[in-house]
Protein backbone atom coordinates (compact mmCIF):
# COMPACT_ATOMS: atom_id res chain seq x y z
CA UNK A 1 0.00 0.00 0.00
CA UNK A 2 1.17 3.58 -0.63
CA UNK A 3 -0.28 6.27 1.56
CA UNK A 4 -1.03 9.38 -1.00
CA UNK A 5 -1.81 12.06 1.17
CA UNK A 6 -2.35 14.25 4.41
CA UNK A 7 -5.09 16.44 4.64
CA UNK A 8 -5.97 19.35 7.05
CA UNK A 9 -9.25 21.33 6.50
CA UNK A 10 -9.04 24.51 8.66
CA UNK A 11 -11.99 25.13 8.29
CA UNK A 12 -13.35 21.98 10.87
CA UNK A 13 -10.32 23.95 12.77
CA UNK A 14 -12.90 26.88 13.79
CA UNK A 15 -15.36 24.83 14.28
CA UNK A 16 -13.42 23.40 17.57
CA UNK A 17 -11.99 20.44 15.63
CA UNK A 18 -8.98 19.48 13.54
CA UNK A 19 -9.42 16.92 10.79
CA UNK A 20 -6.95 15.45 9.12
CA UNK A 21 -7.35 12.42 6.18
CA UNK A 22 -5.27 9.37 5.54
CA UNK A 23 -5.79 7.74 2.25
CA UNK A 24 -4.12 4.33 1.24
CA UNK A 25 -4.31 3.00 -2.27
CA UNK A 26 -3.23 -0.27 -3.72
CA UNK A 27 -3.70 -2.40 -0.48
CA UNK A 28 -5.50 -5.62 0.15
CA UNK A 29 -8.00 -4.71 2.71
CA UNK A 30 -8.17 -8.00 4.17
CA UNK A 31 -4.95 -8.17 6.69
CA UNK A 32 -4.48 -4.40 6.09
CA UNK A 33 -5.51 -1.65 8.82
CA UNK A 34 -4.74 2.15 8.76
CA UNK A 35 -3.85 2.92 12.75
CA UNK A 36 -3.16 6.63 13.73
CA UNK A 37 -0.02 7.88 16.19
CA UNK A 38 -0.22 11.27 17.84
CA UNK A 39 3.12 12.39 18.59
CA UNK A 40 4.29 8.85 18.45
CA UNK A 41 1.94 7.59 21.20
CA UNK A 42 -1.90 5.44 20.43
CA UNK A 43 -2.91 6.43 23.78
CA UNK A 44 -4.31 9.91 23.54
CA UNK A 45 -8.21 10.23 23.17
CA UNK A 46 -9.42 11.33 19.55
CA UNK A 47 -12.45 10.41 17.53
CA UNK A 48 -11.37 8.10 14.25
CA UNK A 49 -13.54 6.76 11.51
CA UNK A 50 -12.45 4.67 8.29
CA UNK A 51 -14.22 5.01 5.00
CA UNK A 52 -15.69 2.09 3.30
CA UNK A 53 -13.14 -0.02 0.96
CA UNK A 54 -13.25 0.80 -2.84
CA UNK A 55 -12.40 -1.44 -5.56
CA UNK A 56 -10.90 -0.43 -8.10
CA UNK A 57 -10.37 -1.08 -11.94
CA UNK A 58 -6.80 -2.90 -11.44
CA UNK A 59 -8.74 -5.24 -9.10
CA UNK A 60 -6.96 -3.90 -6.07
CA UNK A 61 -8.28 -1.27 -2.73
CA UNK A 62 -8.01 2.22 -2.29
CA UNK A 63 -9.50 2.93 2.23
CA UNK A 64 -9.03 6.15 4.24
CA UNK A 65 -9.36 7.15 7.55
CA UNK A 66 -10.24 10.38 9.93
CA UNK A 67 -8.53 11.51 12.54
CA UNK A 68 -10.35 14.20 14.49
CA UNK A 69 -8.89 16.44 17.47
CA UNK A 70 -9.73 18.74 19.57
CA UNK A 71 -8.87 21.76 17.85
CA UNK A 72 -6.70 23.36 21.45
CA UNK A 73 -5.19 19.94 21.78
CA UNK A 74 -4.25 19.97 17.74
CA UNK A 75 -2.41 23.31 18.93
CA UNK A 76 -0.18 21.25 21.35
CA UNK A 77 0.40 18.56 18.78
CA UNK A 78 3.94 18.13 17.31
CA UNK A 79 3.29 15.31 14.57
CA UNK A 80 0.82 12.63 13.96
CA UNK A 81 1.77 10.07 11.96
CA UNK A 82 -0.69 7.22 10.15
CA UNK A 83 0.36 3.79 9.64
CA UNK A 84 -0.54 0.74 7.28
CA UNK A 85 -0.04 -2.22 9.29
CA UNK A 86 -0.39 -6.32 8.09
CA UNK A 87 -1.06 -8.26 11.86
CA UNK A 88 1.84 -6.62 14.03
CA UNK A 89 4.19 -5.57 11.11
CA UNK A 90 3.78 -1.75 9.84
CA UNK A 91 4.68 -1.28 6.43
CA UNK A 92 4.08 1.67 5.49
CA UNK A 93 4.09 4.82 8.23
CA UNK A 94 3.65 8.74 6.85
CA UNK A 95 4.62 11.60 9.44
CA UNK A 96 2.75 15.27 9.63
CA UNK A 97 4.18 17.55 10.92
CA UNK A 98 1.81 20.33 12.39
CA UNK A 99 4.13 23.22 11.53
CA UNK A 100 4.22 21.65 8.11
CA UNK A 101 0.44 22.90 7.60
CA UNK A 102 0.84 26.25 8.02
CA UNK A 103 3.03 26.78 5.25
CA UNK A 104 1.56 28.70 1.81
Known amino acids: ATLIFFFISIS ?3 QG ?6 VANKGFPSDWSLSWKVDGSGSIS ?6 PVVQENDG ?3 WSSTLMLPADHWM ?9 T ?3 QTLVS ?5 DQ ?3 S
Do not use: F, N
Not at 46 to 51: D, F, M, T
Open 46 to 51: WEESRS
Open 17 to 22: KATLMC
Open 60 to 62: LYS
Open 94 to 98: EILRR
Open 101 to 103: CYQ
Open 86 to 88: QGS
Open 12 to 14: ELK
Open 76 to 84: KVGSVTCEA
